[in-house]
Structure formats: structure tokens, C-alpha cells
């Protein structure tokens, strides 16, 4: 049995924290500010025998206008379009405001059952709010602790009803769970591919995944550091399902002084984690800066895919000069990783977006590539006879042995004389040649050295 809620309320009742319950996992970003959530989040979750889809939604604002708070609420309108159930929570602590009298009897004009839910109901602080919240018309309320996961029985009892119900055939629901399925060895590789797009803040994130999509499903203006929630879009592009993870605008440590910033942050710093591949955008008229180049390493350390979309192209008034002073930059900068895959676009305009996916498509099978022992052999012959290994302490270093280990990234175990003792310098010789000889250009590609005979003599 599916069924999907939309968490509503005003600002800073306990809608993430009660997601996060829900999901049996922390993803959506809980702080006492009011305001944290601004997109809408969806995750998918477990009550009893249930399986639900819980929408994160921000706080209702009363406002029309052209502000960010008026954007939040359409996007508050858009996940009561394909929900089954709304829960619509109060702060039992505080008592009932003039904001939930609003939105109760703005709640009730819409097309959805609602059920009223108590937050914050545990021990006696919360009472006076509950018995309060009878006056708003809504039903019977259902004190909760969303923080201690008290009251979830009654949840349950309240969901049982709409259960079988499932609108989940209104719109294909993204479903908010990262999972760590690159480590898997399978060379044919048919899952979910993984694609976060990270990028300083106001460079076009949000908008590039609209873009992609076809439709305004992130939250979008010209207001810097927007997207504070890591969001997930699920995508099919040619049959091919793929994960599009829109991130916080990363900026410089000793820039981040608030503590939201630095929770978005460190998501984005998870997702790069776990994401496949990953889009760094920059802004086409600043081009590559000192964070960007942080945030290649970080990626390329973690030895995930990484891509670069110049976005606002459509504006850059010297392209031939702009492309020259960024590929010179990236190869003094990143010269551990060559030929990063670049792409020149306008998320706003369109421009050149159908080049994005099949370029990651291309170079998502260079990652995926594996290399037979016995070529790997031969050209390691080759190599140490054009250029032998160094000497350490009076003897020549003797390299007996190459294999790849894994993929994603390519990874390859050599065994010589002296083990881990081989000198970085002609690792990154042997990383050079691989890359060359076998075009595994733009990826990361990982050598480690041990000490030992022929694992395969026998």
C-alpha cells in the first residue's frame, strides 16, 4: 500500500524534523531558524505496513508578489497537485497563531483531506497548544513528537484510511535516497546513474536542472544561495534513468559564518560522495576561480566523475579568450586529471543543453572501463623498458606485476621489489601513460603499489 502526504504548516512547526522521521533518515537540513526549507523534498519512507512518499514543503507565507517567499508557496501549491493527504502541523508549544487561523481555512478550500497534527506534544508543555488546536476546525489532532517519534502509531491509524489511494500516477515523484550503487562491479552497468551539479552560489544550478527536466521544479531568482537542501529530480533521458541532484552554492570556508550554510555545505560535500558524476558549473563572465578549482579537487579526490558547464554563454562577450584562460587554468591546476569533459551552455536559454547528457553518457563509460591483465602486462613491459623504474637504496626498484582492480574510477594495483616504496613521481608517470594508451581521458585513475610476487603465477 503507497500512499503520499505533504507536510504543511508555517514556518518552523517541525515539517523537516517530521520528514527525517518519516524517511528513518536525517536529509532534509532541521535548525530552529525559521525559513531552512525553501524547495519542496520528497523522500520515500515506511509506518507500519505503509509505504508512503513524504513531501517536505516550506512554511506558508501569506504572499502574491514576486518575492523568494511567494516563489516558496507556489511550490507549496505544487506538491498538494500530487499528494494524497496533507498533515498539517502546529507547534503545540506555542499554541495556535494568527498564521495557522490563516492557513487552516485556506487548507480546507483545497481538494485534499487533512489531517491536524501536534507537534512537539511530549510531556505536559504541549497540552494547553493541543486542546487549542480543536478550534481550528481541522479534526481531531494528533499529538505527536516528530523529534522523539512519539504519536506515530496514531499516525498510522489516521493514514490507514487513504491508503490504496495512491496518486503516484499524477507525476513521476522523485524519490530523495542516495545510495552508494557506484561501488558496485558490474561492467554492464544499468542502474540509476548519479549526476549532482555543484558550482559556486548563483552561477545557474537551479535553473540548469529546470532546464534539463522541462519544468520549474526547483526553486529558482536572482537572489544568491537559494537551494539549501540537497534536491533530487529523477530523470529518463532516452530510456536511461538518471538522478539529478541540485546542491547549496559552495563558497569559501572562511567565508561561511552561518550555520545553515555550513549544514547546506556539508550535504553537498556528501553528494559529491556519492554522485557518479559531477557538473561543476561556473559563470561564463568570471569563468574559473580559486573555489572552483577547490571543488575540482574535492571531486576528482573522491574519484567521481567531473564534468564543467560554462553556463551564461550566450552572453560571454570574448569566448575564444574565455576558453583559452580556462583550459590554461585547468592545466596548471588539475594536471592529474586531463581532458575534462567542457560544455558551453545557457540554462537559460537552452543552449546547447542537449550536448550535456550525451558527453556525461560518453565519459560515464570511460569510468566504467576495465582493462584485460594481459594488455596491461604488455604495455607495463613496454613502459619499464622505455623508462626503467628508480633506484632506492642501491637497487633498481623491479615492478613485476599490473592488474586493475576495480572501476569507477579505473583502479590498478602494481607489485614490485619494493612496495609501496615507488617513488609518486614515476606512479604518476605510469598514471599518464594508462591514460594516453588506453584513453581513459578525463577521469581519475588510481595506481597503488605492493610488495609481493605474481598473485597469478600458479
Known sequence: MNITLAILGRPNVGKSTLFNRLAGKRIAIVDDTPGVTRDRRVASGRIGDLNINIIDTAGLEDVHDESLEARMRQQTDQSIKIADVALFLIDARVGIMPLDNFFANWIRAQNIPVILVANKCEGKAGASGLYESFTLGLGNPIPISAEHGEGLADLYKALLPYAGQSSLDKIPLPIDNISADHDTQNKDFSGVIQMAIVGR???????????????????????????????????????????????????????IQDRVESLSAKESFRVIQYAQIVVLVLDGNLMIEKQDLTIARQVIE???????AVNKWDIVKNPMQAMQAL????????????????????????????????????????????????????????????????????????????????????????????????????????????????????????????????????
Open 302 to 308: 573522491e574519484g567521481r566523475i567531473l564534468m564543467i
Open 201 to 255: 552560489p548563483n552561477v545557474g544550478k537551479s535553473t540548469l536542472i529546470n532546464t534539463i527536466v522541462g519544468e520549474e521544479r526547483l526553486l529558482t531568482g536572482p537572489e544568491a544561495g537559494i537551494t539549501r537542501d540537497s534536491i533530487t529530480v529523477e530523470w529518463n533521458y532516452n530510456g536511461r534513468s538518471i538522478r539529478l541532484i541540485d546542491t547549496a552554492g559552495l563558497r569559501r570556508r572562511s567565508k
Open 327 to 458: 583550459g590554461d587554468r585547468l592545466q596548471t591546476s588539475l594536471p592529474q586529471v586531463r581532458g575534462i569533459p567542457i560544455i558551453q551552455l545557457s540554462a537559460l536559454t537552452g543552449q546547447n543543453i542537449n550536448k550535456l547528457i550525451p558527453a556525461a553518457f560518453k565519459i560515464f563509460e570511460v569510468w566504467n572501463q576495465r582493462i584485460s591483465t594481459g594488455k596491461l602486462n604488455q604495455w607495463l613491459t613496454m613502459m619499464t623498458e622505455r623508462h626503467p623504474p628508480p633506484i632506492k637504496s642501491g637497487r633498481r626498484i623491479r615492478i613485476r606485476y599490473i592488474t586493475q582492480a576495480k572501476t569507477r574510477p579505473p583502479t590498478f594495483i602494481i607489485f614490485s621489489s619494493k612496495g609501496t616504496e615507488l617513488p609518486e613521481a614515476y606512479k604518476r608517470f605510469l598514471v599518464n601513460g594508462i591514460r594516453e594508451d588506453f584513453n581513459l581521458l578525463g577521469v581519475p585513475i588510481r595506481i597503488l603499489a605492493r610488495k609481493g610476487n605474481n598473485p597469478y603465477v600458479d
